[in-house]
């Protein structure tokens, strides 16, 4: 579904921010991308993403490339980033229709899923307020939603879980869980190694941009916990 092959990122002031990465996430994936503060995480998926050029590697999404067929990649995924930057002076019921018209989602199937998704999400009072008034976890809800509403089969997250109540963030997992068991995968960065390791059936671990390792969770983690696991590999290698 998605493949990074000897992604590198080297920034205009030098700084190799992505080193040679090469990963693969398949469907049905729920694949965790940890790593420390700085050590490329965004820059991947700012690349995976379009958003990012890169100048060496390859990024293809069903076999797309995201380099050479933009548009077609950018129609198979969904982008959640850290920082949610919408359009702060639409309402969030005007941002959802929006996004379903880009996406060319029908009248009828847009009513249905907005409806269902706000509810989950618990954003369904306020979806007639200005984005501008909504509060950090607000918009990070709103953004949530408006990836879920065109369906896509790969979800690219850059720390999801940041600003979402207890509550948001327990329905965001189940979402994420149902997601995958029906086709999508979804790649996401985290910060929050107990979440990684309950939800993830794969991780990758990087450090100053390279890949230090991956694969099936229970494999990485073998008899320990994954910040065990995390804090060796960070510090050895
Ligand atoms: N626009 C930029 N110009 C130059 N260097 C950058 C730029 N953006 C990021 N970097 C550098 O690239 C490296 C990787 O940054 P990145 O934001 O990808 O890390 P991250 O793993 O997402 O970190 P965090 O967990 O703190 O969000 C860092 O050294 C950072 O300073």
Not at 109 to 115: L, W
Not at 118 to 132: F, K, N, V
Not at 214 to 230: A, C, K, M, P
Request: aromatic share 6%.
């Amino acid at each position: 579904m998605l493949t990074i092959s000897n992604l590198s990122k080297t920034y205009k002031g030098g700084k190799k921010a992505v080193d040679n990465l090469t990963l693969e996430i398949k469907k049905g994936d729920i694949y965790g991308f940890i790593g420390h503060n700085g050590a490329g995480k965004t820059t991947t998926i700012k690349c995976v993403t379009g958003i990012l050029e890169f100048s060496e590697g390859d990024i293809r999404i069903d076999g797309k490339s995201i380099k050479t067929d933009p548009l077609e990649c950018k129609r198979r995924i969904a982008y959640i980033p850290d920082n949610p930057d919408l359009y702060e002076n639409m309402t969030g019921i005007q941002y959802l229709n929006f996004i379903s018209d880009v996406f060319a989602i029908s009248a009828e199937e847009r009513e249905k899923s907005i409806k269902q998704y706000a509810d989950m999400m618990e954003l369904t009072a306020s979806l007639g307020d200005l984005i501008s008034s909504y509060s950090h976890g607000m918009k990070q809800k709103l953004a949530i939603i408006s990836a879920l509403v065109h369906n896509p089969s790969l979800y690219i997250m850059d720390e999801p879980f940041v600003g979402l109540d207890p509550k948001a963030a327990h329905t965001l997992k189940e979402l994420m869980k149902e997601k995958c068991r029906q086709g999508s995968a979804i790649f996401f960065s985290t910060h929050v190694l107990e979440v990684a390791e309950k939800l993830c059936n794969k991780i990758a671990i990087i450090k100053d941009g390279k890949l230090i390792t991956s694969g099936e969770t229970d494999t990485v983690r073998g008899n320990s916990s994954l910040e065990q696991i995390f804090l060796e590999l960070i510090d050895n290698e």
